[in-house]
């Protein structure tokens, strides 16, 4: 008689375009269901990931609109369906389910996932940067185990906001090299022009520093007249960066491409990937531009890129925050991307510890 599967309740805000949302529906995909049942609980049941859900995954559409409201619902769902596991992502939801903990079934089991740097994040994003930095030292301890990105988040979450080092578990994002590999040879080439063509991608939001990029962009027109920049994704700075691009007088060599289901035929494409952030989690759409054989450029901020190892011959690093040093990173990697094939045939071995299959057999460990 087989053993009974683990009922998991996977919770997040939507199913938006963004780094955490993707890492989740990988493994609504990927889990075993001969050992786990899934059941996924989105406060609004939005986004493109949406379709990406399985058939046989239970979807509960909690229908909150704000975040700030949702701890009843959270609370109702759990109670309803009684999971062995329910595991969360993006720290404000984290929050949410650790402080509906008490009001939760005896013997639930809470697994968060951090998708960032939480210091920065809150020193960064938040009106209350001292307040919130004590409700996270006070919850997290609180989770049965808090999955982080990289060793830098364990670290900073052990050391500056007191989280048990036992209940802290390292798992790197899963990188599917088949479907990314598979998807960057589809559609042909997006890059017109002669070139060089630069491509970033991202939530277009102020962590991820494709405002420093444009402040960079003239020092690169300066030397490579025909460059163009092409931004990839969606957020609340669109209105912002077209602006300031007119500001720079670079508007005609930068174009705010929105949401693309396949960003990755761009990165196999493009001259040079590039991604300016002020902090990463862990630097997704990084290792996918390195993966399909991108020459890349990335700030040497905090979170995960130093943890990507034996990528020198592709990878070049440049100060954060600092658009001076972007733009020279810029033109070295455009003058090797010239004289370079876009193939790289260790990807996949340098990259292996972000590998897909690695990442769900630890996730299914926890679960």
Not at 113 to 138: A, C, D, H, I
Not at 243 to 249: D, M, V, Y
């Amino acid at each position: 008689m087989s053993a009974p599967r683990t009922r998991v309740l996977f919770l997040v805000p939507s199913l938006i375009g963004g780094g955490a949302q993707r890492v989740f529906s990988i493994l609504l995909q990927h889990l075993d269901r001969q050992r786990f049942e899934i059941h996924l609980a989105v406060l609004q049941a939005t986004g493109p990931y949406m379709k990406d859900v399985p058939e046989d995954v239970t979807v509960h559409n909690l229908n909150v609109s704000r975040m700030r409201y949702s701890l009843p619902a959270v609370v109702r769902i759990v109670r309803e369906l009684r999971p062995n596991t329910v595991a969360c992502t993006l720290i404000y939801m984290n929050i949410v389910l650790l402080a509906a903990r008490p009001f939760l079934p005896r013997g639930t089991r809470i697994v968060i996932r951090e998708s960032t740097m939480p210091g920065v994040f809150l020193r960064e994003e938040s009106k209350w940067p001292r307040l919130w930095g004590w409700v996270v030292r006070k919850l997290y301890r609180k989770a049965d185990k808090v999955v982080c990105l990289s060793d830098a988040m364990s670290k900073e979450l052990a050391e500056n906001f007191e989280v048990p080092r036992e209940r802290l578990a390292r798992i790197y994002n899963p990188l599917d090299f088949g479907k990314v590999q598979e998807l960057a040879r589809a559609g042909g080439n997006p890059c017109r022009g002669p070139g060089p063509n630069l491509v970033t991608a991202g939530r277009l939001s102020p962590e991820k520093g494709f405002d420093l990029l444009l402040q960079a962009m003239p020092t690169v027109i300066s030397v490579l007249p025909n460059a163009k920049l092409l931004i990839l994704g969606e957020g609340p700075m669109q209105q912002e960066l077209t602006n300031q691009a007119k500001k720079l007088g670079v508007e005609g060599s930068v174009h705010l491409a929105g949401f693309q289901e396949n960003p990755w035929r761009y990165f196999r494409y493009a001259d040079v990937f590039v991604m300016p952030s002020r902090y990463e989690g862990m630097p997704n759409a990084l290792l996918e531009a390195l993966a399909v054989g991108a020459q890349a450029v990335a700030a040497d901020c905090p979170g995960a890129v130093r943890e990507i190892e034996g990528c020198e011959g592709r990878l070049v690093l440049a100060a954060t925050q600092d658009p001076v040093a972007l733009a020279k990173a810029i033109l070295y990697s455009c003058g090797r991307a010239m004289a370079a094939e876009h193939i790289w045939p260790e990807a996949e071995s340098v990259l292996r510890k972000f590998s897909l299959n690695e990442a769900v057999s630890q996730y299914a460990e926890l679960l």
